[in-house]
């Protein structure tokens, strides 16, 4: 089996078998059915096998079924990089079986709980050359750490200080107890080295381990700008959190900010990879358009996209507003 399938196989997470959404390998969309779809690929290349079941979900024979992983294993073996996410390995089998029947195609993809045809979407992958007018300045962070996702529209976020915009900007003291930390570290006087720390970290800094190497960065926390999506308690807040997190872990983010809000936020604009964070999430459905604190004409296309294929939260017919749920519980 080629590496990309090893990697996969071995490399996914497990399948839970918590959630009720889950497809009938345990898995959904949004945990590992690429790890699925992986393994049973490789089992396909040893046994010639399609696997138990699937036959429930398609149409078709299974001398078919068969043609199709031959066809899907080959495409997957000299994808470069292979599908590592359930987007990617839904728009590879789309691509391969695109001449075969739809109901076997969407039945594969249900299979394994994959992205269906009607909910992908099309993402724009360049960020502005020239600074958009209203910018106060602009950073690239260092990786986003998973936990530092809090919803979906709100990222707690580290910034090097050897970034131009940081470097003129750091507090003497914050530079001095970095220093002292190092040396602590040093002896092996780790408690001293956590006090230090700790004076960095209410300073509004952190030191970071990257690729083992110490990082002295400052913390921000950004509010995605012209989008609101649902609070944690609501219907739909955990998916969009989790939305954000797979678009964003372990991604260096450029920030564009554009001022503060009333919580002390970076309200700003944020490219994972090329990619316009709040055009993936609203045409995900993952979230509305702000119009009450942004204006631009795009977003609200974006939203209305996702309105008209019904996905995401639009999948109810009224969602509540996050606005809505917010005032409703002030009063």
């Not at 691509?95 to 009607?118: C, M, N, T, W």
């Not at 570290?185 to 001293?192: A, I, V």
């Not at 990082?215 to 999506?229: E, W």
């Amino acid at each position: 089996m080629g590496n990309a399938l090893r990697f996969l196989y071995g490399k996914c997470c497990k399948p839970s078998t918590d959630d009720e959404s889950l497809g009938p390998h345990g898995v959904s969309a949004a945990t590992v059915g690429v790890s699925a779809l992986a393994h049973d690929l490789f089992n396909f290349e040893i046994t010639s096998q399609v696997p138990e079941g699937l036959g429930r979900y398609v149409v078709s024979s299974r001398k078919a079924q068969s043609k199709w992983y031959r066809k899907i294993l080959e495409a997957w073996k000299q994808a470069k990089p292979p599908p590592q996410t359930a987007e990617e390995a839904s728009r590879l089998v789309i691509e391969i079986l695109k001449v075969h029947q739809k109901a076997d195609v969407e039945g594969l993809l249900s299979f394994y709980g994959l992205p269906l045809p009607h909910t992908l979407v099309e993402l724009s992958t360049e960020a502005p050359v020239s600074l958009p007018e209203g910018i106060l300045f602009e950073f690239q962070t260092l990786p986003v750490d998973p936990k530092a996702v809090a919803d979906g529209d709100t990222i707690t976020v580290y910034v090097s200080t050897s970034e131009p915009v940081m470097s003129s900007s750091v507090p003497r003291e914050v530079i001095v107890a970095a220093a002292q930390r190092a040396k602590a570290r040093e002896k092996k006087d780790y408690t001293k080295a956590d006090e230090l720390h700790q004076k960095i970290i209410e300073s509004g800094y952190r030191v970071l381990n990257i690729q083992n190497e110490e990082v002295l960065a400052r913390k921000f926390r950004i509010r995605l700008r012209g989008i609101d999506a649902p609070e944690s308690q609501m219907p739909f807040g955990k998916e969009a959190q989790e939305g954000l997190l797979k678009i964003v872990q372990w991604k260096s983010l450029k920030v564009l900010v554009y001022g503060e809000d009333q919580y002390g936020r970076c309200v700003a604009d944020i490219y994972c990879n090329g990619v316009f964070v709040q055009e993936a999430m609203l045409k995900k459905g993952l979230a509305w358009h702000y119009v009450t604190y942004d204006k631009r004409m795009v977003l609200a296309k974006w939203e209305k996209e996702a309105r008209q294929k019904r996905i995401g939260l639009w999948a109810s017919s009224n969602p509540e507003k996050p606005w809505d749920w917010r005032r409703n519980r002030r009063v």
